[in-house]
């Protein structure tokens, strides 16, 4: 979408590598997000929002609202973003890329444990800081991908004939403490699937 590359297949250039999730990734955590905590009909969306008809195929399945509680403009900042979010009735948050997420990791995991929401987070950072879930690229696979297609790229491959991949596998990461601060306890068909505990 952004032109780099003529399609992930045949990129034509000279940029190539491995790339983040798609954006479609996000369904898929608001999916993990509704099944791990039952109930959650309200979900306050931090990160670029996409707009209604980008997530409507997954909340008419999963019978859940979904909106925007990204500050405009940093307003207020992040812990007033999510007072608010709650005061329009949230129940949950899903953070996405953008809008200075990723930045303020930390602060939002931390903030989404202080105010009791049970949150679906892009990376292990969030979690670490009291975030409940994580559903992310496994980092290992990430790095060790980027430095094979360095090493071929140096030994004479070109980057317009070495397909842009996109992430295989991903880690489902939980952190327990914040499950028993908030008296969640997954269901099984959902803990079934966790690849990373934390205390």
Known sequence: AAGYVESLARPGGNVTGVVGPP???DLKRLQLLVEAVPGVSMVAVLGVFGGPRFWEPATRLL???VFSAT???FEGGFETALARAIGRGADALLARGGQGTAPNAELIGA??????LPGIFPNRR???AG????????SSDVDRRGADYVDRILRGARPADLPVELPARYDL???MRTARELGIRFPQSFF???DEVIE
């Open 192 to 194: 079934a699937q966790v």
């Open 111 to 116: 903030l989404s444990a202080r105010y009791r």
């Open 131 to 138: 975030g409940l879930i994580a559903y992310a690229p496994r």
């Open 173 to 175: 990461i939980v952190n």
């Open 23 to 25: 954006v479609e990734i």
């Open 63 to 65: 019978a859940v609202e």
């Open 71 to 73: 500050p405009v403009g």
């Open 126 to 128: 969030f979690v670490e």
